[in-house]
Structures are given as structure tokens and as C-alpha cells.
């Protein structure tokens, strides 16, 4: 059996998921020990349950010590069936974090399996649905993984509510690739209010328009939209910017809107994590650079990207992947950013 030490790191939330995700791609039993150990309140907590439960609904076998508050998990899951699912978190629980434990495990069942999640679609410290869909998941098709995410609802703080059905087909096989950064070819803004007045959507774009418009090359789309109670639970506002790449490869960042929050200052957040990107040489953003390591250490040869910086995710995916599939990884510094080869 794997053990992993949730305290690793800075001992959140991560560790654990990424432990999910491979022991369910990988189907190798895994302790996981000292579950978020750093935290205020350690041990698991109800928004990391869903994850785990839907692995172990698909692929079947034993998990023990699936609770609240639980220090130690052990999970065994077995092969994937086929087939639909659902599950609702119940709460605002992050639905763009559940999926990020399903996909290692999705891309290699070679199965068709699609499923339907009820519950935050633009959450605070999590990716928003946007930018999954329009990042992440593009990404991923880079590497071999064919997969869809319809956001049939959006649901935000503390309600819930929103829904969203992935799609991943059978037809996915992971590879390995070499990540440059290459010339930008197309920048979209996609900004979001939902049950509030359009000029909340605008406003979190406006921050940054002009600079967008002036000096990123390529062609520019602004996408500003308000939604109603038919399409989303509750008031939240999102924003994501987002650039491709002449290679296909994806970049950005994103914000979520807060109760007592400007929009301005929400508009600020995705530009700042998007400039961080932009300024640099790196392939990748901080973001998807952690996102995506579990899958380059499941494709069958090695593979070569870049980061702005290292963050404590990047650290812990790395620590967990390596682990796990028992591969090792290489850094090295160069023109201003980190490059992470997988081995």
C-alpha cells in the first residue's frame, strides 16, 4: 500500500485529491495519513467527501474513514464501468474541484462515462467553471483526452445550486508533450452576473479592456453576460480571461465575486493572474502548470513545460504524482521561469 502524507507541503485539501485521483487511475491502494494537518480545523471536511464518493460510485472497491473530520483515509478502488452519473454536493461544495479528482482516473478507463454534478460552478478558492471549460479541458485535448463540460446552471456561495455534466469518451489516450510558449492567436473575456444588473458584469472587465485591446496581440472576443433565476441559483458574479496559443495550448486567470466585494476589484483578480502568465516566458499558467502534472505522469513517455513560478500546489501534485507512479521529475530555471520535466 501507498501512503501519502497529507501534511506535506502546506497540508490542505490538494493532497488528498490528487492521492484520489491516481489511486483510482492507477487502481493501487493508498493510505493518505495527517489529512489537512496545517489547517485550522484538520481533517476532512464536507467539501471533500464528493470527490471520493463519485470515484468510488464509478469504479467500485473499498474506501475506510470517508467522514468529517477524519485524519486517515484509505482508498481501493477498482475498474471504471461505463456509464451515467450523478451526485449533488448538497452545499456550495466546488464543483471544478471534483472534477479535477475524476479526470486522471476518466482519461484512462476507456470507458464513455458522463456525469451530472449539482453544486458551486464559480466558488471562491477554486477554479471557476469557465475557466475548466475553456482552459483546462482545452488542454487536455492537447495531451489526448477527449472530454466536454456543458454549465447547464451556475450556483455560487452558500446555496449551491448549479449544475454542470462532464463528458469524458472513450476514445482518450494520454501522451506525452513538450510545452512552449508560442504567439498568442486569439484572447477571450468571458464575465458573468448572475441574478444582478449587467453593469456588475461590465464593470469587471473594465479594469484591464483597454490594455487587453492595445497590447495582446491577436484577435479579441468580450463576452459579457447577465443571468436570471432560470440559469443561475442565487446572485455571484465569475470572470475569466483567457489566451490560445498558436499551438493550442490554453492560458489565463480568473476571479469569483464576493458579498461586500467590488466588481472592479474581482475583474482585478482574473487580470492580475492573467498578467502573471502574460509577462512571462512560461508555457503555462500557475494554475493549469499543477492541474495538469497528474496526467504527464500517467502518459507513457516524458513530457516538458514551463511556470512562471513554483507554487505549494505545483509542490504537492509533484510530491504525490511522483509517489504514486513512481517516475521523477527534474527543475530547472531558465529565462525567468520554471521548467518542470517529467521523466
Not at 63 to 68: P, Q, S
Not at 131 to 143: A, D, E, G, P, S
Amino acid at each position: 500500500m501507498y501512503i501519502i502524507d497529507g501534511s506535506y507541503g502546506e497540508g490542505g485539501g490538494q493532497i488528498l485529491r490528487y492521492a484520489a485521483a491516481l489511486s483510482a487511475a492507477l487502481q493501487k491502494p493508498v493510505k493518505v495519513i495527517n489529512i489537512r494537518a496545517k489547517r485550522p480545523n484538520p481533517g476532512l471536511r464536507p467539501q471533500h467527501l464528493g470527490g471520493i464518493k463519485i470515484l468510488q460510485k464509478i469504479c467500485g472497491g473499498s474506501v475506510e474513514g470517508l467522514k468529517v473530520g477524519s485524519r486517515e483515509v484509505i482508498m481501493d478502488f477498482g475498474e471504471a464501468k461505463s456509464g451515467h452519473y450523478e451526485y449533488n454536493v448538497g452545499t456550495a461544495g466546488s464543483i471544478t474541484l471534483i472534477i479535477q479528482s475524476l479526470m486522471p482516473m476518466l482519461s484512462l478507463s476507456n470507458k464513455d462515462i458522463s456525469i451530472s454534478i449539482i453544486g458551486g460552478t464559480d466558488v471562491k478558492w477554486s477554479p471557476t467553471s469557465d475557466y475548466m471549460k475553456n482552459v483546462f479541458l482545452n488542454n487536455l485535448r492537447t495531451i489526448g483526452i477527449s472530454a466536454e463540460m456543458d454549465i447547464i446552471r451556475r450556483g455560487y456561495y452558500p446555496k449551491g445550486g448549479g449544475k454542470v455534466i462532464l463528458k469524458v469518451y472513450s476514445e482518450s489516450k494520454l501522451k506525452p508533450i513538450t510545452i512552449y510558449r508560442e504567439e498568442i492567436i486569439f484572447t477571450e473575456v468571458i464575465s458573468i452576473a448572475s441574478n444582478l444588473p449587467k453593469h456588475v458584469a461590465m464593470r469587471q472587465v473594465k479594469p484591464f479592456r483597454h490594455f487587453l485591446e492595445k497590447h495582446v496581440p491577436g484577435e479579441k472576443s468580450f463576452k459579457i453576460s447577465t443571468l436570471g433565476r432560470d440559469e443561475a441559483i442565487g446572485p455571484g458574479t465569475s470572470i475569466v480571461i483567457y489566451s490560445k496559443m498558436s499551438n493550442g495550448i490554453y492560458a489565463g486567470g480568473d476571479g469569483v465575486g464576493e458579498r461586500g466585494k467590488p466588481a472592479e476589484s474581482v475583474g482585478w483578480d482574473a487580470y492580475q493572474r492573467f498578467l502573471d502568465w502574460f509577462n512571462s516566458s512560461a508555457s503555462l499558467d500557475i494554475n493549469m502548470g499543477d492541474m495538469i502534472i497528474p496526467f504527464l505522469f500517467l502518459s507513457d513517455g516524458n513530457s516538458r513545460f514551463s511556470v512562471p513560478r513554483l507554487s505549494k500546489h505545483i509542490e504537492s501534485a509533484l510530491y504525490v504524482a511522483t509517489n504514486l507512479t513512481e517516475r521523477e521529475y527534474k527543475i530547472d530555471e531558465k529565462d525567468g521561469v520554471i521548467w518542470i520535466n517529467v521523466l
